[in-house]
C-alpha cells in the first residue's frame, strides 16, 4: 500500500558532501512527518533529522549544523543534504514516514535503507 524509496547514498571522502532522497507513494492521505534514520551493524537504529507536516525540523545533535532535512517539490518527498561528513556517518541511512492511509489507519512506514561509507 505504501513504499519509501530511497536513494543517493554511496561512498564519499571524509568532509565531502552526499544528498539522500526519499520518496513516498501509494494509498496516502496525509503525512504527519518524515524522517532520516540510520543504523550500524550491532546498534539501534537513531535519528538523524525528522521534518513535520507543519516543517518543524529536529536534528541529533551529532549532525547538528552538518545536515539538512528538506521537502522536494514533488509531493511526499525529502531530501537529507549531508555536508563535512565524518567517518562515523558511516551507516545504513533509513527514510521513515508517520502518515494516513486513504480509507485505513495511521502507521509509521521504512524504505529499504542507502549505504551511507564514508572513508579515504
Known amino acids: 500500500q505504501v513504499r519509501l524509496v530511497e536513494s543517493g547514498g554511496g561512498l564519499v571522502q571524509p568532509g565531502g558532501s552526499l544528498r539522500l532522497s526519499c520518496a513516498a507513494s501509494?494509498?496516502?492521505?496525509?503525512?504527519?512527518?518524515m524522517g532520516w534514520y540510520r543504523q550500524v551493524p550491532g546498534k539501534q537504529r537513531e535519528l538523524v533529522a525528522r521534518i513535520t507536516s507543519g516543517s518543524s525540523t529536529n536534528y541529533s545533535d551529532s549532525v547538528k549544523g552538518r545536515f539538512t532535512i528538506s521537502r522536494g517539490n514533488a509531493p511526499n518527498t525529502i531530501y537529507l543534504r549531508m555536508n563535512s561528513l565524518k567517518p562515523e556517518d558511516t551507516a545504513v541511512y533509513y527514510c521513515n514516514a508517520d502518515l494516513q492511509l486513504r480509507l485505513g489507519s495511521r502507521g509509521v512506514y521504512w524504505g529499504q535503507g542507502t549505504q551511507v561509507t564514508v572513508s579515504s
Open positions: 501509494g494509498s496516502i492521505s496525509s503525512i504527519y512527518a
